[in-house]
């Protein structure tokens, strides 16, 4: 298991599905978590059942004021900030001629925006702490195979591996201890997942039709996805930066 012992990151997305399985991983490795969601009550629940080193701030990631009060809080709380996991995103259907604008919009703004914003929210804390850390940005399978009825998510998703790595390149001819990776996970069951299966005549239906679009022929768990990160956070990692690791059963290079 990797040590993060005396690291603080800071989880958006954290209060439940991928990102609430990193924070219970980071924190079991030994660091200090901030779960910051906009569920703010369900946040709350999932750090007290987390224990001590956890904690909780509300933050919609769409909002830079939002960000800045998040770090501030991880800060007042556990006095630095070393990593950061930018796990919040949302996932919504539509091709170029049906996408409703709103939904465009929502999209960049979480998904793209809200990724930046952190990264740009997060890393002088990040670099004053003078000690290694990481970010960690969730892509999708689909930045590398595309699929044309999710237009805005296929965008954003391919767009933050672009971001990550001229984050990476920056912090890195900057001289900051902080690499950057981008983790693209396959169909997860999270709660996002269950929600795809409510769409189909049964959940069984649905969960095959997933797995049969992944070669390794079922969908991943959201533990897979969050040792990737861990290790991709950890030192165990140390010449890894700026890279763009799939957690996705072979489905990004299928025929
Ligand atoms: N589950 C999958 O199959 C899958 C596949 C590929 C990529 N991903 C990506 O992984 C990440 C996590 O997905 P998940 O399946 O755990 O999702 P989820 O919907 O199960 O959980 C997402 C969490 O993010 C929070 N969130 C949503 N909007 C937010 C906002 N504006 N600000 C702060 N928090 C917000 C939610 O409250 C929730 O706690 C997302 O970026 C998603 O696109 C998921």
Redesign the pocket.
């Given at each position: 298991m990797v040590d993060m012992t005396g690291k603080v990151a800071l989880v958006?997305?954290?209060?439940?599905?991928?990102?609430?399985e990193i924070a219970r991983q980071f924190i079991d490795a030994g660091g200090s978590v901030m779960l910051?969601?906009?569920?703010t009550e369900?946040?709350a629940a999932y750090a007290a059942s987390l224990g001590t080193r956890a904690a909780s701030a509300t933050?919609?990631?769409?909002s830079l004021e939002q960000w800045a009060a998040a770090v501030k809080a991880t800060m007042a709380r556990f006095g630095k900030l070393t990593h950061l996991f930018?796990?919040?995103?949302?996932?919504e259907p539509g091709s170029v001629e049906d996408v409703e604008l709103d939904s465009w919009d929502r999209t960049l703004?979480?998904?793209l925006n809200?990724t930046f914003y952190g990264c740009r929210s997060a890393l002088p804390a990040m670099a004053a702490s003078n000690e290694s850390g990481a970010i960690i940005n969730?892509?999708?399978?689909?930045a590398l195979r595309v699929g044309g009825g999710f237009l805005a998510?296929c965008a954003t998703?391919a767009a933050v591996t672009a971001l990550s790595k001229c984050v990476a390149l920056h912090c890195a001819e900057k001289g900051y201890k902080i690499r950057v990776n981008t983790v693209?996970?396959?169909?997860?069951?999270?709660?996002?997942?269950?929600?795809?299966l409510g769409l189909f005549p049964s959940a069984e239906e649905g969960e095959a039709i997933f797995a049969a679009n992944h070669p390794m022929g079922r969908?991943?768990e959201?533990e897979e996805?969050a040792r990737a990160c861990l290790f991709l956070a950890s030192d165990d990692a140390s010449f890894s930066t700026g890279v763009d690791f799939t957690v996705d059963g072979g489905g990004n290079f299928r025929s």
């Open positions: 958006t997305g954290g209060a439940e599905g991928i990102g609430g910051g969601d906009i569920q369900k946040a933050l919609d990631v769409s930018n796990v919040a995103g949302i996932s703004a979480i998904n809200g969730i892509g999708s399978m689909l998510y998703k693209h996970p396959g169909a997860i069951r999270t709660p996002m997942f269950e929600r795809y969908v991943g959201a996805v």
